[in-house]
């Protein structure tokens, strides 16, 4: 069974910045596109960035200028650089691929941003 393991997640005030880290346990990760995703209480699980295997890139607007996605396939990890960090981005976030989520969920990392 694939396991998937975010972390990095936290407490930080506003405009902090954080780096979550996504590490999946399959030979398969450097040929999917990934995304990280995440979770505000109450509402649903959202893609807010995604990254191709060659590394091209898609952000959400909310996102966009602020967040920064990477991936080392050598390591089957993927990154999330988050700066300028808002209340309104407090969540859990998840890793998966993109579109289609083929992985089991992992517990996801969870972030909150207050001051």
Do not use: H
Not at 28 to 54: C, E, H, L, N, S
Not at 80 to 93: F, G, H, I, K
């Amino acid at each position: 069974q694939v396991e998937v393991v975010e972390s990095g997640g936290g407490l930080v005030q506003p405009g902090g910045s954080l780096r979550l880290s996504c590490v999946v346990s399959a030979s398969t990760f450097g040929r999917y596109r990934m995304g990280w995703y995440r979770q505000a209480p109450g509402k649903r699980r959202r893609v807010v960035a995604d990254i191709t295997p060659d590394g091209r890139t898609m952000y959400t607007d909310s996102v966009e200028g602020r967040f920064s996605i990477s991936r080392d396939n050598a390591e089957n990890t993927m990154y999330l650089q988050m700066n300028s960090l808002m209340p309104e981005d407090t969540a859990v976030y998840y890793c998966n691929t993109s579109p289609a989520n083929y992985y089991v969920w992992g517990q996801g990392t969870r972030v909150t941003v207050s001051s």
